[in-house]
């Protein structure tokens, strides 16, 4: 597990209103949860409804007494739109990871284009995607992730949500 920041691991989530933002950091939290650190949650929603700004913070460790990530001191940033990783870089600590859409479908490539691709990734879980990619600096157990995508989705989108994290962690090594 990564620890770079004292005992609690820092990490931002970005995106907009309706990309599944909060459902991420559930997943995230939840899987942490699972995998027996301590954890804890906040979020900020914006004009989350529709289009807006939402990051959520998810700090865990061996102890956790807030939920905010100071500024400056995320660990990780996971971004969900490309015009979101502008409005919170400065969340990120210096020597921080950047996980953002060009980790997965490359540099000037628009969202739509997912739905079109060969990959199990869609718009709609995209964000599951990105969770798969972060999940591999993590030593969470693989069980604590399919129970936490489990129990924060619908059963009908199990499946999809599975092939979609495993894809986002086979592109970790690449």
């Known amino acids: 597990m990564s620890n ?3 005992n609690t691991t ?5 995106g907009l209103g309706g990309q599944g933002v909060i459902r991420a950091a559930d997943i995230l939290a ?3 949860f699972l995998a027996g650190v301590d954890v804890k949650q906040s979020e900020l ?17 061996s102890e ?11 660990d990780f940033l996971l971004v969900l739109h490309p015009t979101q990783t502008e409005n919170n870089i400065h969340q990120l ?3 921080g990871v950047l996980i953002n859409t060009t980790a997965i479908i490359g ?10 691709d060969a990959t199990p990734l869609t718009s709609r879980n995209f964000n599951v995607g990105l969770l798969g990619l972060l999940s591999a600096h993590f030593s ?12 924060h989705l619908p059963e009908k989108l199990h499946q999809q949500n599975e092939q979609a994290f495993a894809f986002g962690k086979s592109l970790a090594g690449k």
């Open 10 to 14: 820092n990490i931002v989530l970005a």
């Open 45 to 61: 929603h914006g004009m989350s409804q529709r289009g807006g700004s939402v990051t959520s913070d998810v700090r865990f460790g």
């Open 30 to 32: 939840e899987a942490a």
């Open 107 to 116: 540099d000037g490539q628009d969202l739509a284009v997912l739905d079109q």
């Open 93 to 95: 600590r210096e020597g």
């Open 64 to 74: 956790v007494l807030s939920p905010m990530v100071p500024p400056g001191e995320a």
């Open 140 to 151: 969470f157990p693989e069980d604590a992730w399919v129970k936490a995508i489990h129990a």
């Open 4 to 6: 770079t920041n004292g």
